[in-house]
T-cell receptor, first 115, second 114 residues
Framework: AQSVTQLDSQVPVFEEAPVELRCNYS??????LFWYVQYPNQGLQLLLK??????LVKGINGFEAEFNKSQTSFHLRKPSVHISDTAEYFC?????????????FGQGTELSVKP | KAGVTQTPRYLIKTRGQQVTLSCSPI?????VSWYQQTPGQGLQFLFE???????NKGNFPGRFSGRQFSNSRSEMNVSTLELGDSALYLC?????????????FGPGTRLTVL
């Protein structure tokens, strides 16, 4: 079964600084990878996804992620963060079995942007 | 297009009661998946429904059940509530079965069990 590890539970950063949120997944077989953001008292919003093709994926709000198959990583980056980026970020991987698929989520990284 | 809606948004129940949560998918979407989010266990898959049939199920006890109606709306039910069932329950809709690359999440229902 797939698993996802988000290496940092909390990442504090100052406004306008760059940030990287790290994500590793367990399987080397073909997978789909996702980053979601969750603002307080809200559901999950898709930031970006990797399905195939270019390993550098651009998403909404200036975020991007790089798929690295050899390191089984999918780290999320933003060159300059804003206060409004303060939220929890979840990395997820597709997991397909005989009875269908589901998303396997990491434990989340709380990004806190300080002025 | 309206997004995924979940009702109610907040719910307080006591141990031993049962609860029903509702999810209306995006118009035209036929698959609904349910996830439980807790601080300890994170986000965990409950089940997926497509064309009124449960297609996939996560590792939850039989107290957790669901159904889907012909208009694709889905309900999940939890019977004999336990304190540990307190969680945010999220549903996600997608156009077709097993299509999580096009999955959209609702705002969730916050269930508190006292």
């Amino acid at each position: 079964a797939q698993s996802v590890t988000q290496l940092d539970s909390q990442v504090p950063v100052f406004e306008e600084a760059p940030v990287e949120l790290r994500c590793n997944y367990s399987s080397s077989v073909s997978v789909y990878l996702f980053w979601y953001v969750q603002y307080p008292n809200q559901g999950l919003q898709l930031l970006l996804k990797y399905l195939s093709g270019s390993t550098l994926v651009k998403g909404i709000n200036g975020f991007e992620a790089e798929f690295n198959k050899s390191q089984t990583s999918f780290h999320l980056r933003k060159p300059s963060v804003h206060i409004s980026d303060t939220a929890e970020y979840f990395c997820a991987v597709s997991d397909r079995g005989n009875q269908g698929g589901k998303l396997i989520f990491g434990q989340g990284t709380e990004l806190s942007v300080k002025p | 297009k309206a997004g995924v809606t979940q009702t109610p948004r907040y719910l307080i129940k006591t141990r031993g009661q049962q609860v029903t949560l509702s999810c209306s998918p995006i118009s035209g979407h036929r698959s609904v998946s349910w996830y439980q989010q807790t601080p300890g266990q994170g986000l965990q898959f409950l089940f997926e429904y497509f064309s009124e049939t449960q297609r996939n199920k996560g590792n939850f006890p039989g107290r957790f059940s669901g159904r889907q109606f012909s208009n694709s709306r889905s309900e999940m039910n939890v019977s004999t509530l336990e304190l540990g069932d307190s969680a945010l329950y999220l549903c996600a809709s997608s156009p077709k079965w097993d299509s999580f690359e096009e999955q959209f999440f609702g705002p969730g229902t916050r269930l508190t069990v006292l």
